[in-house]
């Protein structure tokens, strides 16, 4: 049997969310975290002492060219998403980035030329796409099993994040649509048939209190060029965490209760209205993170495509965009490359 050389990942900062997108996963499937770099170097020591790393290294610039780093993680802020995404790349590195890998449309698009120049992959962390939980609500849909699918209510809400959280800030890219509404955005457009067009028709955003320019909660309406329609919901002023989406059908509908956290609740709903009957389905609480880890893996070793990958960013943040300037709000700016060797 071929043994496959472990990937080598270098991960960008110490945030929060790598212990589960990525520490977990790599643990599990023998993947290498060969180094990090912090704004702090301290910090970053004890992050990699906690999480097994190999190495620290002084800045994100050195992270970035590092001789034995071959997959940059990228969870930094979602402003410092496109330029360390952009250097990464350049560097030649393939590129696994906290979503969305960039800040507007634009940005987006230019990543994509720099990695198809570069000879190398950028994929945007949507994990819960790679959970067998999605891949079995597609295969139903296709199979009939809902009829013609005619749209879906998607909701994506949590409680409000610390005052001083970059996801309050406009200057970072911040705000629901994007921390949040990505997700009801990218599951809107898995539900649409290949070809089929989706146009924001309304939307409105509850503006931040510190910031007009910042969305304290987004909704939306969108519909495809089939006729259905999609309604999403992103807000992070709830009393709870609720990410859940109800797919309606000509004859029955799905609902997920928890779509982007099947490791805290699997259950796929299926309700056939010829007969009603309603079957539980369960798909298994193995992190869409590990699956996604996987996945990575094949593109790198094997060249296997993955769906999260740089054309379909730009679509992604064509409809944020969209979403943002028919709320009457501005998309979020590009900044320029980060100049501070410690990022």
Same mark, same amino acid.
């Given at each position: 049997?071929?043994?496959?050389?472990?990937?080598?990942?270098?991960?960008?900062?110490?945030?929060?969310?790598?212990?589960?997108?990525?520490?977990?996963?790599?643990?599990?499937?023998?993947?290498?975290?060969?180094?990090?770099?912090?704004?702090?170097?301290?910090?970053?020591?004890?992050?990699?002492?906690?999480?097994?790393?190999?190495?620290?290294?002084?800045?994100?610039?050195?992270?970035?060219?590092?001789?034995?780093?071959?997959?940059?993680?990228?969870?930094?802020?979602?402003?410092?998403?496109?330029?360390?995404?952009?250097?990464?790349?350049?560097?030649?590195?393939?590129?696994?980035?906290?979503?969305?890998?960039?800040?507007?449309?634009?940005?987006?698009?230019?990543?994509?030329?720099?990695?198809?120049?570069?000879?190398?992959?950028?994929?945007?962390?949507?994990?819960?796409?790679?959970?067998?939980?999605?891949?079995?609500?597609?295969?139903?849909?296709?199979?009939?099993? =809902?009829?013609? =699918?005619?749209?879906?209510?998607?909701?994506?809400?949590?409680?409000?994040?610390?005052?001083?959280?970059?996801?309050?800030?406009?200057?970072?890219?911040?705000?629901?649509?994007?921390?949040?509404?990505?997700?009801?955005?990218?599951?809107?457009?898995?539900?649409?048939?290949?070809?089929?067009?989706?146009?924001?028709?309304?939307?409105?955003?509850?503006?931040? $209190?510190?910031? $007009?320019?910042?969305?304290?909660?987004?909704?939306?309406?969108?519909?495809?060029?089939?006729?259905?329609?999609?309604?999403?919901?992103?807000?992070?002023?709830?009393?709870?965490?609720?990410?859940?989406?109800?797919?309606?059908?000509?004859?029955?509908?799905?609902?997920?209760?928890?779509?982007?956290?099947?490791?805290?609740?699997?259950?796929?709903?299926?309700?056939?209205?010829?007969?009603?009957?309603?079957?539980?389905?369960?798909?298994?609480?193995?992190?869409?993170?590990?699956?996604?880890?996987?996945?990575?893996?094949?593109? =790198?070793?094997?060249?296997?495509?993955?769906?999260?990958?740089?054309?379909?960013? =730009?679509?992604?943040?064509?409809?944020?965009?969209?979403?943002?300037?028919?709320?009457?709000?501005?998309?979020? $700016?590009?900044?320029?490359?980060?100049?501070?060797?410690?990022?």
């Amino acid at each position: 049997m071929d043994i496959v050389e472990p990937l080598r990942i270098g991960v960008l900062g110490t945030a929060r969310i790598t212990d589960l997108a990525l520490v977990a996963p790599a643990k599990e499937l023998g993947i290498r975290l060969v180094a990090v770099a912090a704004r702090d170097r301290d910090r970053a020591t004890d992050f990699a002492a906690r999480h097994g790393i190999e190495r620290v290294l002084d800045h994100y610039a050195a992270l970035v060219s590092d001789a034995e780093v071959e997959v940059v993680y990228n969870p930094l802020v979602n402003a410092w998403h496109g330029p360390w995404n952009r250097a990464a790349l350049e560097a030649g590195k393939h590129v696994l980035s906290e979503k969305p890998s960039a800040a507007n449309a634009d940005e987006a698009a230019s990543l994509r030329e720099v990695a198809a120049g570069s000879g190398r992959h950028l994929v945007e962390a949507f994990h819960y796409a790679y959970h067998p939980l999605i891949d079995r609500v597609l295969t139903l849909i296709d199979d009939g099993a =809902v009829g013609t =699918v005619t749209g879906a209510d998607i909701f994506l809400v949590m409680p409000p994040p610390e005052p001083w959280d970059a996801r309050w800030s406009y200057d970072l890219a911040g705000g629901a649509l994007m921390d949040l509404g990505c997700y009801a955005l990218h599951l809107a457009r898995l539900l649409t048939p290949a070809g089929a067009a989706l146009t924001v028709t309304e939307a409105r955003a509850t503006e931040a $209190p510190h910031d $007009p320019r910042v969305d304290s909660r987004s909704e939306a309406l969108l519909r495809s060029a089939t006729g259905a329609e999609f309604r999403i919901v992103a807000d992070m002023t709830a009393d709870r965490y609720h990410f859940a989406a109800h797919i309606r059908g000509s004859r029955g509908h799905i609902d997920l209760p928890a779509f982007i956290w099947p490791h805290a609740d699997d259950r796929l709903i299926l309700h056939d209205a010829r007969t009603g009957r309603t079957v539980t389905e369960r798909l298994g609480t193995r992190s869409s993170y590990t699956y996604q880890l996987e996945a990575l893996r094949r593109l =790198v070793r094997d060249g296997v495509p993955m769906l999260s990958d740089a054309d379909d960013a =730009v679509t992604t943040m064509q409809l944020i965009d969209a979403t943002y300037r028919r709320a009457g709000l501005p998309p979020r $700016p590009t900044v320029a490359a980060v100049s501070d060797p410690r990022g």
